[in-house]
């Protein structure tokens, strides 16, 4: 299925293999692979990150895409504002409940993961439902904006308290989509991303959604051989433990790099790009060690 997309000035990088990818690479967006306030060693860093992203899906070792919250559209505005020069070979959108792959002939959404998250029965109905439990049980809930087009994401804002009254409040949200067949992600607003500070994200999702579900799937579907994943927030953390690889950039979150001890020693695109590096230099050892 062709996805109706805002017009876009960026390239898609070189197809890659149907099957036996060499190596996969999932990457947040906001706050990871685009700095939204980039210093002028950042913006090099991002156009060094694209040059070798060009590099290796020419020679057809790379699976490259974007994992993220936000909005297909809302990503597609930023790279625009940004003068992003590439589009990654997918774009999984809406905490991975949004599948895209950019080709030359186009945008072209993933019926096939569509179908899946579908049949797991999440609805926005449902979702209402669970929403108006916890607000009548006293979780302060409050909808986030521009989510009208997404089809299996319910995104809200929780205004944090204090510690215990917090931790108390996400075991009922928790509790409630478990009890609804519903998966949810909670964690620490990042106000360089542009969400409020002092607040928590709710997004409620399919019980097979997710950013990690999606890269699985990714996995799979490519026969990947190696995977990374890098991300800088709380939303990040389930992807990260579902790879071989997986980062922190440097400039992630007090909340995330509490959870998680393997956080690269660089910020954004450069903590991409090294451990790409890194990547090719073990495939290559790997190859010549197959051949002595």
Same mark, same amino acid.
């Given at each position: 299925?062709?996805?109706?997309?805002?017009?876009?000035?960026?390239?898609?990088?070189?197809?890659?293999?149907p099957r036996g990818v060499p190596l996969a690479v999932f990457?947040?967006?906001? +706050?990871?692979? #685009? !700095?939204?306030?980039?210093?002028? =060693?950042? @913006?090099?860093?991002?156009?060094? %990150?694209?040059?070798? &992203?060009?590099?290796?899906?020419?020679?057809?070792?790379?699976?490259?895409?974007?994992?993220?919250?936000?909005?297909? +559209?809302?990503? #597609? !505005?930023?790279?625009?504002?940004? =003068?992003? @020069?590439?589009?990654?070979?997918? %774009?999984?959108?809406? &905490?991975g409940t949004d599948l895209t792959y950019f080709t030359t002939?186009?945008?072209?959404?993933?019926?096939?993961?569509?179908?899946?998250?579908? !049949?797991?029965?999440?609805?926005?109905?449902?979702?209402?439902?669970?929403?108006?439990?916890?607000?009548?049980?006293?979780?302060?809930?409050?909808?986030?904006?521009?989510?009208?087009?997404?089809?299996?994401?319910?995104?809200?804002?929780?205004?944090?308290?204090?510690?215990?009254?917090?931790?108390?409040?996400?075991?009922?949200?928790?509790?409630?989509?478990?009890?609804?067949?519903?998966?949810?992600?909670?964690?620490?607003?990042?106000?360089?991303?542009?969400?409020?500070?002092?607040?928590?994200?709710?997004?409620?999702?399919?019980?097979?959604?997710?950013?990690?579900?999606?890269?699985?799937?990714?996995?799979?579907?490519?026969?990947?051989?190696?995977?990374?994943?890098?991300?800088?927030?709380?939303?990040?953390?389930?992807?990260?433990?579902?790879?071989?690889?997986?980062?922190?950039?440097?400039?992630?979150?007090?909340?995330?790099?509490?959870?998680?001890?393997?956080?690269?020693?660089?910020?954004?695109?450069?903590?991409?790009?090294?451990?790409?590096?890194?990547?090719?230099?073990?495939?290559?050892?790997?190859?010549?060690?197959?051949?002595?």
């Amino acid at each position: 299925m062709t996805a109706s997309v805002p017009a876009s000035r960026l390239s898609p990088l070189p197809p890659p293999r149907p099957r036996g990818v060499p190596l996969a690479v999932f990457c947040d967006f906001d +706050e990871t692979y #685009l !700095a939204h306030d980039p210093s002028p =060693r950042q @913006r090099r860093d991002l156009v060094e %990150l694209e040059d070798l &992203l060009l590099e290796e899906a020419t020679r057809g070792t790379l699976l490259f895409g974007w994992v993220t919250g936000s909005s297909l +559209e809302s990503v #597609l !505005a930023k790279a625009d504002r940004h =003068r992003l @020069r590439v589009l990654p070979h997918f %774009l999984a959108a809406s &905490l991975g409940t949004d599948l895209t792959y950019f080709t030359t002939d186009g945008p072209h959404r993933d019926e096939r993961w569509r179908h899946r998250l579908r !049949a797991s029965g999440y609805t926005k109905a449902t979702v209402n439902e669970v929403v108006a439990q916890l607000v009548a049980n006293g979780v302060s809930l409050r909808p986030q904006g521009g989510q009208e087009r997404a089809e299996f994401l319910s995104s809200y804002y929780y205004t944090a308290r204090e510690d215990r009254s917090d931790r108390a409040a996400i075991r009922r949200i928790e509790t409630a989509c478990v009890l609804a067949g519903l998966s949810v992600s909670t964690n620490r607003c990042n106000p360089k991303a542009g969400d409020p500070d002092g607040s928590y994200d709710v997004d409620f999702l399919p019980r097979t959604g997710g950013k990690r579900a999606v890269v699985a799937y990714l996995v799979e579907r490519f026969t990947a051989a190696d995977s990374l994943a890098f991300g800088d927030s709380g939303n990040d953390l389930d992807m990260l433990r579902g790879v071989r690889h997986g980062y922190l950039v440097a400039n992630a979150t007090a909340e995330a790099r509490a959870a998680h001890p393997r956080v690269s020693p660089h910020p954004y695109a450069a903590a991409v790009r090294h451990a790409i590096e890194q990547a090719r230099g073990r495939a290559r050892e790997e190859t010549e060690t197959r051949c002595v």
